[in-house]
Protein backbone atom coordinates (compact mmCIF):
# COMPACT_ATOMS: atom_id res chain seq x y z
CA UNK A 1 0.00 0.00 0.00
CA UNK A 2 3.05 2.29 0.73
CA UNK A 3 4.02 1.98 -3.18
CA UNK A 4 0.78 3.27 -4.14
CA UNK A 5 0.72 6.32 -1.45
CA UNK A 6 3.86 7.13 -3.39
CA UNK A 7 2.64 6.78 -7.21
CA UNK A 8 -0.24 8.79 -6.32
CA UNK A 9 2.25 11.39 -5.03
CA UNK A 10 4.29 11.59 -7.77
CA UNK A 11 2.01 10.72 -10.69
CA UNK A 12 1.04 13.49 -13.21
CA UNK A 13 -1.55 12.68 -15.81
CA UNK A 14 -4.93 12.64 -15.00
CA UNK A 15 -5.19 9.16 -15.98
CA UNK A 16 -2.34 7.83 -14.08
CA UNK A 17 -4.01 9.61 -10.45
CA UNK A 18 -6.89 8.13 -11.15
CA UNK A 19 -5.94 4.78 -11.76
CA UNK A 20 -3.58 4.91 -8.57
CA UNK A 21 -6.62 6.46 -6.64
CA UNK A 22 -8.75 3.67 -7.84
CA UNK A 23 -6.48 1.06 -6.90
CA UNK A 24 -5.56 2.64 -2.94
CA UNK A 25 -9.17 2.75 -2.85
CA UNK A 26 -9.57 -1.05 -3.54
CA UNK A 27 -6.79 -1.57 -1.10
CA UNK A 28 -8.65 0.21 1.73
CA UNK A 29 -11.41 -2.20 1.43
CA UNK A 30 -11.98 -2.89 4.80
CA UNK A 31 -14.89 -1.20 7.01
CA UNK A 32 -12.22 0.76 9.28
CA UNK A 33 -10.72 2.29 5.69
CA UNK A 34 -13.72 4.28 4.53
CA UNK A 35 -12.87 7.94 5.44
CA UNK A 36 -9.08 7.25 4.69
CA UNK A 37 -10.48 5.76 0.67
CA UNK A 38 -13.19 8.83 0.86
CA UNK A 39 -10.12 11.36 1.50
CA UNK A 40 -7.90 9.49 -1.18
CA UNK A 41 -10.63 10.75 -3.90
CA UNK A 42 -11.21 14.49 -2.18
CA UNK A 43 -7.40 14.81 -3.05
CA UNK A 44 -6.98 13.56 -6.12
CA UNK A 45 -10.89 15.10 -7.56
CA UNK A 46 -9.43 19.15 -7.45
CA UNK A 47 -7.06 18.10 -9.74
CA UNK A 48 -9.46 16.68 -12.39
CA UNK A 49 -11.39 19.89 -12.47
CA UNK A 50 -10.36 20.10 -16.29
CA UNK A 51 -10.79 16.32 -16.88
CA UNK A 52 -14.68 15.66 -16.18
CA UNK A 53 -14.61 12.11 -17.10
CA UNK A 54 -11.77 10.93 -15.46
CA UNK A 55 -13.71 13.12 -12.52
CA UNK A 56 -16.73 10.98 -13.44
CA UNK A 57 -14.58 7.54 -12.02
CA UNK A 58 -13.64 8.60 -9.05
CA UNK A 59 -17.11 10.20 -7.82
CA UNK A 60 -18.64 6.28 -8.90
CA UNK A 61 -15.88 4.78 -6.32
CA UNK A 62 -17.00 7.49 -3.92
CA UNK A 63 -20.56 7.27 -4.13
CA UNK A 64 -19.92 3.13 -4.45
CA UNK A 65 -17.82 3.40 -1.23
CA UNK A 66 -20.27 5.37 0.40
CA UNK A 67 -22.67 2.62 0.12
CA UNK A 68 -20.50 -0.13 1.20
CA UNK A 69 -19.77 1.26 3.93
CA UNK A 70 -23.65 1.76 4.41
CA UNK A 71 -22.67 5.95 5.05
CA UNK A 72 -25.47 8.54 5.76
CA UNK A 73 -25.63 9.95 2.25
CA UNK A 74 -24.29 13.24 2.00
CA UNK A 75 -27.21 15.99 1.35
CA UNK A 76 -25.25 17.84 -1.04
CA UNK A 77 -24.05 15.68 -4.21
CA UNK A 78 -23.71 18.53 -6.18
CA UNK A 79 -20.16 17.81 -7.24
CA UNK A 80 -21.39 14.76 -9.20
CA UNK A 81 -24.10 16.49 -10.18
CA UNK A 82 -21.74 19.20 -11.45
CA UNK A 83 -19.35 16.57 -13.22
CA UNK A 84 -22.27 15.11 -15.17
CA UNK A 85 -23.38 18.69 -16.29
CA UNK A 86 -20.10 18.54 -17.94
CA UNK A 87 -20.61 15.77 -19.66
CA UNK A 88 -22.64 14.64 -22.95
CA UNK A 89 -25.86 12.03 -21.75
CA UNK A 90 -23.84 9.23 -23.94
CA UNK A 91 -20.40 9.69 -22.51
CA UNK A 92 -18.82 6.21 -21.14
CA UNK A 93 -18.19 7.80 -17.41
CA UNK A 94 -21.39 9.58 -17.66
CA UNK A 95 -23.17 6.83 -17.53
CA UNK A 96 -21.44 4.86 -15.15
CA UNK A 97 -21.28 7.16 -12.50
CA UNK A 98 -25.71 7.80 -13.24
CA UNK A 99 -25.97 4.29 -12.91
CA UNK A 100 -23.81 4.20 -9.16
CA UNK A 101 -25.89 6.80 -8.27
CA UNK A 102 -28.84 4.62 -9.06
CA UNK A 103 -27.82 1.29 -7.71
CA UNK A 104 -26.95 3.75 -4.39
CA UNK A 105 -30.76 4.62 -4.24
CA UNK A 106 -32.08 1.09 -4.49
CA UNK A 107 -30.28 -0.06 -1.59
CA UNK A 108 -31.66 2.76 0.33
CA UNK A 109 -34.71 1.47 -0.46
CA UNK A 110 -35.79 3.35 -4.18
CA UNK A 111 -38.08 1.60 -6.12
CA UNK A 112 -37.26 -0.48 -9.42
CA UNK A 113 -39.31 2.05 -11.76
CA UNK A 114 -37.04 5.06 -10.02
CA UNK A 115 -33.76 3.34 -10.62
CA UNK A 116 -33.74 1.54 -14.12
CA UNK A 117 -33.74 4.96 -15.90
CA UNK A 118 -30.53 5.56 -14.87
CA UNK A 119 -29.22 2.25 -14.94
CA UNK A 120 -29.85 0.98 -18.07
CA UNK A 121 -27.64 3.13 -20.02
CA UNK A 122 -24.49 2.42 -17.70
CA UNK A 123 -25.45 -1.40 -18.59
CA UNK A 124 -25.22 -0.41 -22.68
CA UNK A 125 -23.14 -2.41 -24.80
CA UNK A 126 -20.14 -0.98 -24.30
CA UNK A 127 -20.67 -1.57 -20.47
CA UNK A 128 -17.22 -2.93 -18.62
CA UNK A 129 -15.27 -1.07 -20.11
CA UNK A 130 -11.25 -0.89 -19.28
CA UNK A 131 -11.80 2.00 -17.11
CA UNK A 132 -13.95 0.27 -15.05
CA UNK A 133 -12.97 -1.46 -11.59
CA UNK A 134 -13.87 -5.05 -10.93
CA UNK A 135 -15.57 -3.87 -7.79
CA UNK A 136 -17.94 -1.05 -9.49
CA UNK A 137 -18.79 -3.64 -12.08
CA UNK A 138 -19.89 -6.29 -9.59
CA UNK A 139 -21.98 -3.15 -8.06
CA UNK A 140 -23.54 -2.33 -11.14
CA UNK A 141 -23.98 -6.09 -12.34
CA UNK A 142 -25.56 -7.24 -9.09
CA UNK A 143 -28.09 -3.92 -8.84
CA UNK A 144 -29.16 -5.32 -12.41
CA UNK A 145 -30.06 -8.62 -11.14
CA UNK A 146 -32.35 -7.08 -8.54
CA UNK A 147 -33.83 -4.63 -10.72
CA UNK A 148 -34.53 -7.80 -13.26
CA UNK A 149 -32.03 -6.70 -15.95
CA UNK A 150 -29.96 -10.25 -16.19
CA UNK A 151 -29.27 -9.62 -20.11
CA UNK A 152 -27.55 -6.87 -18.95
CA UNK A 153 -25.89 -8.29 -15.71
CA UNK A 154 -24.60 -11.12 -17.69
CA UNK A 155 -23.17 -9.12 -20.21
CA UNK A 156 -20.95 -6.78 -17.61
CA UNK A 157 -20.05 -9.73 -15.33
CA UNK A 158 -18.61 -11.54 -18.66
CA UNK A 159 -16.68 -8.34 -19.76
CA UNK A 160 -15.04 -8.06 -16.29
CA UNK A 161 -14.37 -11.66 -16.14
CA UNK A 162 -12.44 -11.66 -18.97
CA UNK A 163 -10.33 -8.38 -18.03
CA UNK A 164 -10.02 -10.20 -14.78
CA UNK A 165 -8.50 -13.22 -16.79
CA UNK A 166 -6.17 -11.50 -19.24
CA UNK A 167 -4.65 -9.54 -16.11
CA UNK A 168 -3.99 -13.02 -14.45
CA UNK A 169 -5.47 -11.79 -11.17
CA UNK A 170 -7.27 -15.25 -9.92
CA UNK A 171 -8.90 -13.00 -7.03
CA UNK A 172 -10.53 -10.65 -8.88
CA UNK A 173 -11.76 -13.14 -11.71
CA UNK A 174 -12.97 -14.88 -8.36
CA UNK A 175 -14.65 -11.82 -7.18
CA UNK A 176 -16.62 -12.12 -10.36
CA UNK A 177 -17.35 -15.56 -10.67
CA UNK A 178 -19.58 -15.60 -7.15
CA UNK A 179 -21.35 -13.01 -8.58
CA UNK A 180 -22.39 -14.67 -11.56
CA UNK A 181 -23.07 -17.82 -9.70
CA UNK A 182 -25.55 -15.76 -7.73
CA UNK A 183 -27.35 -14.45 -11.22
CA UNK A 184 -27.41 -18.04 -12.56
CA UNK A 185 -29.25 -19.23 -9.27
CA UNK A 186 -31.45 -16.54 -9.62
CA UNK A 187 -32.40 -17.56 -13.52
CA UNK A 188 -32.60 -21.19 -12.23
CA UNK A 189 -29.33 -22.28 -13.06
CA UNK A 190 -28.31 -24.51 -10.04
CA UNK A 191 -25.42 -26.65 -11.24
CA UNK A 192 -24.15 -23.69 -13.25
CA UNK A 193 -24.05 -21.69 -9.95
CA UNK A 194 -22.27 -24.08 -8.24
CA UNK A 195 -19.69 -24.67 -10.42
CA UNK A 196 -19.45 -20.99 -10.68
CA UNK A 197 -19.42 -20.80 -6.86
CA UNK A 198 -16.26 -23.61 -6.43
CA UNK A 199 -13.94 -22.01 -8.98
CA UNK A 200 -14.71 -19.16 -6.96
CA UNK A 201 -13.95 -20.66 -3.79
CA UNK A 202 -10.50 -22.15 -5.23
CA UNK A 203 -9.17 -19.00 -6.49
CA UNK A 204 -9.64 -17.38 -3.06
CA UNK A 205 -8.50 -20.29 -0.57
CA UNK A 206 -7.19 -18.60 2.44
CA UNK A 207 -8.02 -15.01 1.24
CA UNK A 208 -10.14 -12.86 2.59
CA UNK A 209 -14.04 -13.91 1.27
CA UNK A 210 -16.47 -13.06 3.60
CA UNK A 211 -17.61 -9.82 1.26
CA UNK A 212 -18.40 -12.46 -1.38
CA UNK A 213 -19.68 -15.60 0.84
CA UNK A 214 -22.86 -14.83 0.98
CA UNK A 215 -23.26 -15.55 -2.70
CA UNK A 216 -21.62 -18.94 -3.11
CA UNK A 217 -23.42 -19.96 -0.06
CA UNK A 218 -26.56 -19.69 -1.36
CA UNK A 219 -25.50 -21.75 -4.80
CA UNK A 220 -24.49 -24.59 -1.55
CA UNK A 221 -27.67 -24.44 0.03
CA UNK A 222 -30.06 -24.48 -2.94
CA UNK A 223 -27.89 -27.76 -4.01
CA UNK A 224 -29.03 -29.09 -0.30
CA UNK A 225 -25.43 -29.11 0.97
CA UNK A 226 -25.87 -27.02 4.21
CA UNK A 227 -23.00 -28.46 6.13
CA UNK A 228 -20.48 -27.67 3.97
CA UNK A 229 -22.25 -23.83 3.02
CA UNK A 230 -21.62 -23.76 7.26
CA UNK A 231 -17.93 -24.97 6.85
CA UNK A 232 -17.20 -22.26 4.26
CA UNK A 233 -18.83 -19.44 6.08
CA UNK A 234 -16.90 -20.23 9.49
CA UNK A 235 -13.59 -20.28 6.78
CA UNK A 236 -13.96 -16.68 5.97
CA UNK A 237 -14.68 -15.74 9.55
CA UNK A 238 -18.78 -15.31 8.14
CA UNK A 239 -19.68 -17.03 11.29
CA UNK A 240 -18.04 -14.42 13.92
CA UNK A 241 -19.31 -11.34 14.34
CA UNK A 242 -19.54 -8.82 11.60
CA UNK A 243 -18.31 -5.50 11.14
CA UNK A 244 -21.06 -2.98 10.46
CA UNK A 245 -20.87 -2.46 6.38
CA UNK A 246 -23.49 -3.71 3.77
CA UNK A 247 -21.86 -7.08 2.85
CA UNK A 248 -22.26 -7.99 6.22
CA UNK A 249 -25.83 -7.40 6.45
CA UNK A 250 -25.89 -9.20 3.60
CA UNK A 251 -24.19 -11.98 4.99
CA UNK A 252 -26.20 -11.94 8.07
CA UNK A 253 -29.64 -11.87 5.85
CA UNK A 254 -28.00 -14.85 4.09
CA UNK A 255 -26.85 -16.64 7.40
CA UNK A 256 -30.29 -16.94 8.99
CA UNK A 257 -30.70 -19.36 6.24
CA UNK A 258 -28.29 -21.30 6.85
CA UNK A 259 -28.99 -21.92 10.55
CA UNK A 260 -32.40 -22.93 10.03
CA UNK A 261 -30.90 -25.32 7.38
CA UNK A 262 -29.01 -26.86 9.59
CA UNK A 263 -31.53 -26.56 12.30
CA UNK A 264 -29.85 -24.32 14.72
CA UNK A 265 -32.90 -22.18 14.66
CA UNK A 266 -31.17 -20.00 18.00
CA UNK A 267 -28.57 -19.29 16.17
CA UNK A 268 -31.00 -17.87 13.12
CA UNK A 269 -33.13 -15.74 15.83
CA UNK A 270 -29.95 -14.19 17.30
CA UNK A 271 -28.89 -12.79 13.50
CA UNK A 272 -32.36 -11.49 13.41
CA UNK A 273 -32.39 -9.40 16.59
CA UNK A 274 -29.30 -8.01 15.64
CA UNK A 275 -30.40 -7.42 11.89
CA UNK A 276 -33.56 -5.53 13.25
CA UNK A 277 -30.92 -3.65 15.54
CA UNK A 278 -29.19 -2.44 12.68
CA UNK A 279 -31.91 -1.40 10.71
CA UNK A 280 -32.84 0.67 13.54
CA UNK A 281 -29.48 2.68 12.40
CA UNK A 282 -29.17 2.59 8.80
CA UNK A 283 -30.99 3.66 5.47
CA UNK A 284 -30.37 0.36 3.81
CA UNK A 285 -32.75 -1.92 5.92
CA UNK A 286 -35.19 -1.90 3.55
CA UNK A 287 -33.60 -2.77 0.12
CA UNK A 288 -35.22 -5.98 -1.31
CA UNK A 289 -31.31 -6.52 -1.63
CA UNK A 290 -31.13 -7.48 1.89
CA UNK A 291 -33.63 -9.98 2.45
CA UNK A 292 -33.40 -10.08 5.99
CA UNK A 293 -37.28 -9.79 7.01
CA UNK A 294 -37.93 -12.84 5.03
CA UNK A 295 -35.32 -14.99 5.99
CA UNK A 296 -36.16 -13.96 9.51
CA UNK A 297 -39.94 -15.00 8.78
CA UNK A 298 -38.90 -18.26 7.86
CA UNK A 299 -36.63 -18.83 10.96
CA UNK A 300 -39.64 -17.66 13.24
CA UNK A 301 -42.15 -20.07 11.60
CA UNK A 302 -39.41 -23.05 12.08
CA UNK A 303 -39.21 -21.77 15.61
CA UNK A 304 -42.91 -21.53 16.63
CA UNK A 305 -43.26 -18.05 17.02
CA UNK A 306 -45.89 -17.57 13.84
CA UNK A 307 -46.87 -14.06 14.73
CA UNK A 308 -43.36 -12.68 14.71
CA UNK A 309 -43.22 -14.92 11.33
CA UNK A 310 -46.30 -13.24 9.62
CA UNK A 311 -45.21 -9.45 10.95
CA UNK A 312 -42.00 -10.03 9.23
CA UNK A 313 -43.25 -11.48 6.19
CA UNK A 314 -46.03 -8.93 5.64
CA UNK A 315 -43.48 -6.14 5.81
CA UNK A 316 -41.45 -7.92 3.83
CA UNK A 317 -43.96 -8.03 1.32
CA UNK A 318 -44.73 -4.15 1.84
CA UNK A 319 -40.61 -3.30 0.58
CA UNK A 320 -40.99 -5.91 -2.33
CA UNK A 321 -44.27 -4.15 -3.47
CA UNK A 322 -42.58 -0.90 -3.38
CA UNK A 323 -39.80 -2.22 -5.08
CA UNK A 324 -42.09 -3.25 -7.89
CA UNK A 325 -40.06 -5.93 -9.75
CA UNK A 326 -42.12 -9.02 -10.10
CA UNK A 327 -39.28 -11.47 -8.92
CA UNK A 328 -38.93 -9.81 -5.88
CA UNK A 329 -42.52 -9.59 -4.95
CA UNK A 330 -43.00 -13.09 -6.12
CA UNK A 331 -40.81 -14.29 -3.47
CA UNK A 332 -42.06 -11.94 -0.92
CA UNK A 333 -45.59 -13.62 -2.15
CA UNK A 334 -44.45 -17.05 -0.82
CA UNK A 335 -42.53 -16.34 1.78
CA UNK A 336 -46.19 -14.68 2.71
CA UNK A 337 -48.15 -17.56 2.42
CA UNK A 338 -45.74 -19.97 4.16
CA UNK A 339 -45.54 -18.29 6.93
CA UNK A 340 -49.63 -17.06 7.27
CA UNK A 341 -50.90 -20.37 6.16
CA UNK A 342 -54.77 -21.37 5.70
CA UNK A 343 -57.29 -19.58 3.18
CA UNK A 344 -54.78 -16.83 3.49
CA UNK A 345 -51.41 -18.59 2.54
CA UNK A 346 -53.22 -20.61 -0.22
CA UNK A 347 -53.92 -17.09 -1.93
CA UNK A 348 -50.51 -15.34 -1.52
CA UNK A 349 -49.23 -18.19 -2.41
CA UNK A 350 -51.22 -18.83 -5.88
CA UNK A 351 -50.84 -15.24 -6.78
CA UNK A 352 -46.54 -15.73 -6.07
CA UNK A 353 -46.98 -18.16 -8.45
CA UNK A 354 -48.60 -15.81 -10.90
CA UNK A 355 -46.30 -13.45 -10.22
CA UNK A 356 -43.80 -15.34 -11.19
CA UNK A 357 -44.59 -16.85 -14.34
CA UNK A 358 -43.70 -14.69 -16.85
CA UNK A 359 -40.34 -14.36 -15.57
CA UNK A 360 -37.10 -15.74 -16.63
CA UNK A 361 -36.41 -16.97 -12.59
CA UNK A 362 -37.31 -20.66 -12.93
CA UNK A 363 -36.29 -21.51 -9.66
CA UNK A 364 -38.06 -19.02 -7.99
CA UNK A 365 -41.33 -20.17 -10.26
CA UNK A 366 -40.96 -23.77 -8.46
CA UNK A 367 -40.54 -23.29 -5.41
CA UNK A 368 -44.04 -21.30 -5.51
CA UNK A 369 -45.50 -23.54 -6.95
CA UNK A 370 -43.68 -26.49 -4.72
CA UNK A 371 -45.83 -24.32 -2.03
CA UNK A 372 -49.23 -23.65 -3.63
CA UNK A 373 -48.78 -27.39 -4.40
CA UNK A 374 -48.89 -27.90 -0.75
CA UNK A 375 -51.24 -25.80 0.50
CA UNK A 376 -53.46 -27.22 -2.41
CA UNK A 377 -53.38 -30.64 -1.03
CA UNK A 378 -53.38 -29.56 3.09
CA UNK A 379 -56.78 -27.87 1.94
CA UNK A 380 -57.89 -31.04 0.28
CA UNK A 381 -57.68 -30.25 -3.43
CA UNK A 382 -55.82 -32.65 -4.37
CA UNK A 383 -56.50 -32.27 -8.17
CA UNK A 384 -55.32 -29.24 -8.14
CA UNK A 385 -51.99 -30.23 -6.35
CA UNK A 386 -51.16 -33.25 -8.38
CA UNK A 387 -51.31 -30.86 -11.47
CA UNK A 388 -49.44 -27.73 -9.33
CA UNK A 389 -46.81 -30.05 -8.10
CA UNK A 390 -46.18 -32.06 -11.48
CA UNK A 391 -45.58 -28.24 -12.87
CA UNK A 392 -42.99 -27.74 -10.27
CA UNK A 393 -41.09 -30.56 -10.55
CA UNK A 394 -41.16 -29.99 -14.51
CA UNK A 395 -39.37 -26.94 -13.77
CA UNK A 396 -37.30 -28.00 -11.32
CA UNK A 397 -35.92 -30.78 -13.83
CA UNK A 398 -35.52 -27.72 -15.96
CA UNK A 399 -32.47 -26.63 -13.79
CA UNK A 400 -30.05 -29.78 -14.34
CA UNK A 401 -29.48 -33.62 -15.67
CA UNK A 402 -30.92 -36.16 -13.69
CA UNK A 403 -29.53 -36.28 -10.57
CA UNK A 404 -27.95 -32.66 -10.08
CA UNK A 405 -31.47 -30.90 -9.97
CA UNK A 406 -32.11 -28.21 -7.19
CA UNK A 407 -34.32 -29.46 -4.21
CA UNK A 408 -37.24 -27.94 -4.14
CA UNK A 409 -38.89 -30.59 -2.22
CA UNK A 410 -36.79 -31.80 -0.06
CA UNK A 411 -34.46 -28.98 0.75
CA UNK A 412 -34.65 -27.47 4.59
CA UNK A 413 -34.99 -24.03 3.38
CA UNK A 414 -36.75 -22.11 1.38
CA UNK A 415 -35.06 -18.79 0.21
CA UNK A 416 -36.57 -15.72 -0.26
CA UNK A 417 -34.19 -13.62 -2.43
Known amino acids: MHHLRAALQFAEGAADRVRIAIELTRALSQPGDVEE ?8 LPALRHAPEFAALLEANRVALASLHMAVRPADISP ?4 LERLDADNRSARLLRGVLASDAMYR ?16 ADAGSDAWDTNIATYLAFTAMICERHERAARV ?23 RSHLYLRLGKVIDAEADAREALDALDGLEVVAITPLTVDALLE ?8 ELLRRSDGADELPPWLPSFVVRARRIALWVAVLRIDMALADLDEAQRLASTTEFADSVATPWRAEGALACLAAGQTQRARALADEHLRVAR ?4 PGALGAALRVAGTVHGGRQGLELLQHAAETLADTPMRLKRAKALAGLGGAQRRAGKRTQARRTLALALALDLAGG ?13 SHPQ
Open 109 to 124: GEPALAVRPSLDPALA
Open 223 to 230: RDQPEEAL
Open 80 to 83: ALRV
Open 37 to 44: SLNVIADV
Open 401 to 413: PSGQRPFIGASRR
Open 322 to 325: AFGA
Open 157 to 179: LAAALRRARSRGSSSAAAHVLSF
